[in-house]
């Protein structure tokens, strides 16, 4: 069973930065891809960045030129930067990776979250 455990989270003023972690208890290149997404309160849960194994990104456009996501393949790591905290980006941040089986169907493996609050 793939485990993924986020880290990173934690209280940043606007105009502030995080960076969040997803570490992997298998080798990240065996996955498609490997995201972020985050739910607010209230809200329904979207996706943030995207990273697949070629290395394409995906971004939601509200946070496209403030949020970047890489991977450590020899940490089996995928992170996630965020610069230019807005208030609106307070949620829980969940990592997500995509395996593809054989016969083509995807199984999704999901963290447990990491709180990310922005507030003055």
């Known amino acids: 069973q793939v485990q993924l455990v986020e880290s990173g989270g934690g209280l940043v003023q606007p105009g502030g930065s995080l960076r969040l972690a997803c570490a992997a208890s298998?080798?990240?290149?065996?996955?498609?891809?490997m995201g972020w997404y985050r739910q607010a309160p209230g809200k329904e849960r979207e996706l943030v960045a995207t990273?697949?194994?070629?290395?394409?990104?995906r971004y939601v456009e509200s946070v496209k030129g403030r949020f970047t996501i890489s991977r450590d393949d020899a940490k089996n790591t995928v992170y996630l930067q965020m610069n230019g905290l807005k208030l609106e980006d307070t949620a829980v941040y969940s990592c997500n990776a995509r395996q593809i089986l054989v016969g083509g169907s995807d199984r999704f493996y999901w963290g447990q979250g990491t709180q990310v609050t922005v507030s003055s």
């Open positions: 990273l697949t194994e070629t290395g394409l990104t």
């Open positions: 298998q080798v990240i290149s065996s996955f498609y891809a």
